[in-house]
């Protein structure tokens, strides 16, 4: 297994979207995420994918959209959502209080999370699952006050494949503390989910795809663009291993 990339640059080289992550990841049996017993135990991986994004001129609006395809004997499960920044920005104070406040307010929740966890014997990979969610949570900025990104979950249709996803919403005066290099970050869990239906002969995974707008007053950047609508990166998901 490796993390790849992909990349589209417009003609300027001005704008640019990028993703990276795991190509060959693998998925776990639903049944087996909850499981106490210690035979029936069983680790999973959880996975980060990437994207990042650069732009010139005044900070614009900014959408990104990562989908992941609906289409086959797999399901993602999205855990966490980020948007990285590199202190100290330029109002570092109003982001690090409001980030102190956010990690004293979650600090009961991550807590009995930590509590539950540790309760399921043979299952100490929730715990690595809830730190891991837990590190990023620390290091993604926080909701500043008139300012706030947000993200959602959304679905599309792409050459009649269901894709399932999320997508950032951030504000120009967010963006414009962030930089022209703006960052995030998805953590993912692939759970295996075979359809009801008579399986179709082996065909190629569709791909992880990526795209964003760019919206400054009136005008909107759609990246990649018109001709092609999004940065795809190879998906191949792979049942783990059986329990020996």
Known sequence: MTAKWARWSGRSGENWLEIYGETEPRSIPLERILATGEDEGHPFTAYLYVWTLGYTGDARRTEVTLLFPAEDDWRVKDLQAVVYHLPPVQEERAWRDTLAKDLQAAGPVLAAVGTVTAGLTGFPELNAVASAAAHLNARSAPQIPNDEWYVRRVHDTVADTLYQGVEWILPPSFVNQ????????????????????????????????????????????????????????????TPEEPLA
């Not at 970050?185 to 759970?191: E, H, K, P």
């Not at 190629?204 to 005008?219: C, M, Q, S, V």
């Open 178 to 237: 962030i930089g022209t290099r703006v960052t995030g970050a998805l953590l993912v869990q692939f759970i295996g989910a075979a359809p009801t239906h008579t399986a179709l002969p082996e065909h190629p995974t569709p791909p992880l795809l990526a795209r964003a707008i760019l919206t400054h007053g009136k005008e909107s950047n759609e990246l990649p663009g018109p001709e092609d609508a999004h940065v795809r990166l190879p998906l191949r998901v």
